[in-house]
Each structure stands twice: as C-alpha cells, then as structure tokens.
C-alpha cells in the first residue's frame, strides 16, 4: 500500500491501528470524518490534502469503529482516497456493522506463480507466459527453466514476505530456501496465535488442528491424487461433518485453506451435484504446504517425494485457478473414475486431469470423455505445450493451470 501511495500520490499517511493502539481510540467518540481527520492530523502532526493525498488504515481488524467509520468517509468526505486492509481472521468476525456498498473490496490470494516470477525479476519468463496466449508455443530450453522455477515456487510459495526473502538471498540458493522455509514457520505460529485471538466460540485448538490435519491426511494416504476429507481422526470423539463444520467454514473464511467439492456428475451446473460433508481440503498456500508437511526444500526441489508431489502438483493447480478468478472449485467423482477438476469455459465442461510428473495416461479422463463427450479436455503434466484443435486432449505443463481459458477457448 506505501509503494502503491509512493506511486500514485504526492503524499501518503500511514496508520497502524494494531501497533498504535493509541490511534484507536480517535474512531471511540463518533463517527463524524471531519472531527476523526481533524484528530489524525494533530496525532501525527502532518496535513492532510483531501483532494490530493493517501490515507491508509493498517491493521483495521484491531479497531472496528474505523472499519465502519469507513461509510461516513464515503458518503462526507468522498473526495478523500483511503485504503484499509486488515487479516481477515479479524474482519470477518467483527461484531462492528462492515460498510457495505461503500467501499471497494479487494480480496488479495497468496501470490500466484506469475507474480512469484515478476517478485524474483525474472522478466523472461513473465514475458514468454504472457506471448504463449498467441503463440502456443514454449521453446524447449525456456519450458525446462519454467518448469524448475516452478519447483522453486513449490518451497517459496505466494506469501510475500517468503518472495521478498528468497529474492534478497537466491544467489545463495541453501541460504535462501532454507530462510524461506524459516519465515514460513514463523508465520504458521503467527496463524496460530490469530486463531487464538480471533476464534470467539470456536475453540482454537480444534481450528489448529483441523489446519494441521490437511497435510497430515495426504502423507497418511500416499497417493498420487487428493483424496476426499476424512472427518475421523482430526479430534479425538469426531467422525462427522457438523462436529468439524463450524472450524472448516471457519478456515475457508480466513483464507488458510481452499474447498473442492467433489461432484458425481460431470454436467452443469457442478453446484447441483454437490454434497455438502463431501469435498477435497487445500491448503491457501503450496509454500506453507511443505512447512506443514515438514518436507526438506532439497526433497522438493529434487522432486524426490513419491506420490505426495501429487498433492503439491493439485494444491498448485487450486491455487492457480482461484488466482485466475475461479470462484468454486469442483471435483468429479464416479467409481473409482477421478477427475482432479472440472471448469466451466463459455458454457462448456472442461476436466482437468493434473500430473506430476511426465506420465500422462489418463483412464479417468478417459472414462469421462466417454460417458460425457465434452469438446475439450485438458492434461497438466510435465511435458511440454501441446495444443491441436482437432484433438479433444490438450496437453499443458502445469505452470500453465492458470491460463487454460486462454489457451483453449
């Protein structure tokens, strides 16, 4: 948001309501915006432009008042830019009414592999991704480089603070994973500690616990493909899908995980066919998949982890498709048939079968496409781009998840 402010606006003031505490207590009285502006600008001793300048409210979970006194701000002083942000852990738990309709709500994600590479200045490979929509075509020698820099994100991950630290260290590349995988590990206690603060009712070893068990489920499974969510084992006396409910809902909520529902049909549309106790858990970020999985940064990056490296290659692929917009992600389910994904592209059905590695026989996909007959069909694999518009099956490596749409339609 500074940066934003440094870029945009002849000046920027910076408040943190959760480190000045202080602060809060301007938004207690009232909320009239001309009084509050009028306080900000004794407290920090700075004027205020109006017309011209930034004002940014950090941290605004700790102080509900200024989340409301947001819509006054709006509606009094609209010429005034303000950007709020705050951890959803809080703002989705505040008993402070939210200003809805007066403000522009902007939900950030864990930072997609796109904008991992930008974060770590490698130019060339944002720009071949961006010229393959035309070109569908990735040289052989640039594809080999995607692909182990994809590896490298599989460690990192989106969360910023991890790019940043990988970004100052990479020349060093031991150094700098094994740092990355440190930060991770800090933030991960950090989670925990907001699960603590802001879990109201819900008791927040269960939240901890239920987030712990999502890696913990696919280590005991060893299979190359994500397996429904097992309600047993997580607590000790739990078997079922309401005694968890609450704590799932609760994690999606906040952002720490992402939901597949799992599907026995594969027409649209997919929400018809779902069950609600039946679904895939991800965790929100690929990087703070492998802290919680304990894998070493060298097991990744030798792709030296069995079937598990399954899992990393879906979690990667639900991580890419809600950065490129997905709103719900559907898994389908028949038999023993799986089907990683469905996608809906311009009214038609899309599976997305994912592999790891360069394998790429499909016999469910291949089931699918015969009870179903969709027009198009998508493998992420390994290998290399492959696009034949007269072949049903679309090959794509899976740094390519988030631009099917482009690619295929």
């Known amino acids: ?46 004027t205020i432009n109006t017309h011209q300048d930034l004002v940014i409210f950090d941290e605004i979970q700790a102080c509900p008042q200024a989340l409301t006194s947001l819509k006054y701000f709006n509606e009094q002083i609209p010429e005034l830019a303000i950007c709020a942000a705050g951890s959803l852990l809080g703002i989705h738990l505040t008993p402070t009414s939210f200003p809805v309709g007066k403000v522009n709500i902007l939900k950030m994600h864990p930072m997609s592999f796109t904008e991992f590479l930008m974060g770590v200045n490698d130019q060339k490979s944002v720009e071949m991704l961006a010229q393959v929509i035309t070109t569908k075509h990735i040289p052989e020698i640039a594809h080999r480089h ?35 995988r440190q930060k991770q590990q800090e933030l991960t206690l950090a989670y925990y500690a907001d699960m603590a603060k ?89 990087g703070l998949l492998g802290a919680l999985s304990n894998l070493h940064p060298k097991t990744i990056l030798d792709y030296d982890y ?25 898994t389908w389910q028949e038999g023993r048939a799986e089907i990683e ?24 996909l291949d089931s699918f496409i015969n009870k179903y007959h969709p027009t198009k069909n998508v493998i992420l694999s390994g290998q290399n781009l492959h696009i034949d518009k007269n072949n049903k099956i679309q090959r794509l490596p899976l740094y390519l998840a988030s631009k099917i749409d482009d690619l295929i339609s």
């Not at 309501?17 to 009239?32: M, Y």
């Not at 990479?170 to 740092?179: D, M, Q, V």
């Not at 819900?202 to 999502?214: D, P």
């Not at 899908?241 to 906040?254: C, K, R």
């Open 1 to 46: 948001m500074k940066k934003f402010g440094s870029l945009h606006f002849p000046k920027t003031h910076y408040l943190n309501l959760e480190r000045n505490p202080h602060l809060a207590t301007i938004f207690q009285d009232d909320l009239n915006p001309e009084r509050i502006l009028a306080e900000i600008v004794f407290a920090t001793n700075e």
């Open 146 to 180: 995607l692909w182990n820099q994809m590896k490298l994100y599989f460690i990192v991950g989106g969360l910023p603070e991890a790019i940043k630290i990988f970004n100052e260290y990479k020349n060093n590349l031991f150094e700098a994973l094994n740092l990355v």
């Open 198 to 286: 802001h879990s109201g009712k819900i008791n927040a070893m269960q939240l901890e616990r239920t987030w712990k068990s999502i890696p913990a489920q696919l280590a005991r499974d060893h299979d190359s493909s994500t397996r429904k969510f097992k309600f047993k084992g997580v607590l000790p006396n739990i078997d079922r899908y309401n005694q968890l409910a609450n704590a799932i809902d609760w994690l999606i909520a906040t952002g720490l995980i992402i939901k597949s529902h799992i599907v026995n049909c594969g027409q649209l549309p997919f929400s018809a066919y779902i069950k609600e106790n039946s679904f895939k858990l991800f965790i929100s970020d690929v």
């Open 306 to 330: 069995g079937t598990y490296k399954g899992y990393f290659a879906e979690n990667f692929v639900a991580q890419e498709l809600i950065c490129a917009g997905v709103k719900d992600l559907y």
């Open 341 to 364: 994904f469905l996608h809906e592209i311009n009214d038609d059905v899309v599976p997305i079968e994912v592999k790891a590695g360069n394998v790429t026989r499909a016999r469910s």
